[in-house]
């Protein structure tokens, strides 16, 4: 098993070189902001970099045990995996009608109840931050209209 986790992760960093390969004929940045290569080049840059570090951690570790898990998840894993990908899926539906804050708000109280949060104040104040943080990052910092 040891020899799976060090191929995926090696897959991985390949995937990620392809990508950042792709992403260096968009500009990083444009007149108006971050240009089309900004997020892809930055995400190949750390998913590679976390790729590679799972790959040392695997490499390394002498005593590696297989964690038991298997390929496909049976029960409650995969009615939650199932119902993560019907919310993702009619997100994409609603950015348009709705905007992208209301729709964010909409996933982020969906999500957490779905994998199991019950404490309503938490899941107000995550979907509040992090709907509201997105928006104030894109609109402000970044300037994106």
Do not use: C, H
């Amino acid at each position: 098993m040891k020899r799976a986790w060090l191929i995926a992760s090696l897959a991985f960093v390949a995937f990620a070189a392809f990508v950042f390969y792709l992403s260096v004929d968009y500009p990083v940045m444009d007149p108006l902001g971050p240009g089309a290569g900004f997020f892809p080049r930055w995400l190949s840059l750390i998913s590679g970099a976390v790729a590679l570090v799972l790959f040392a951690q695997t490499w390394l570790n002498k005593n590696f045990e297989d964690p038991g898990t298997v390929l496909i998840p049976r029960g409650k894993a995969a009615r939650d995996i199932l119902l993560v990908m019907l919310g993702m899926t009619v997100v994409t539906f609603l950015y348009e009608p709705l905007g992208f804050t209301v729709t964010t708000l909409l996933l982020l109280i969906y999500l957490p109840l779905v994998l199991g949060a019950r404490q309503w104040w938490v899941i107000g104040l995550f979907a509040l931050a992090g709907s509201g943080g997105v928006f104030y990052a894109f609109y402000y910092w970044l300037k994106l209209p």
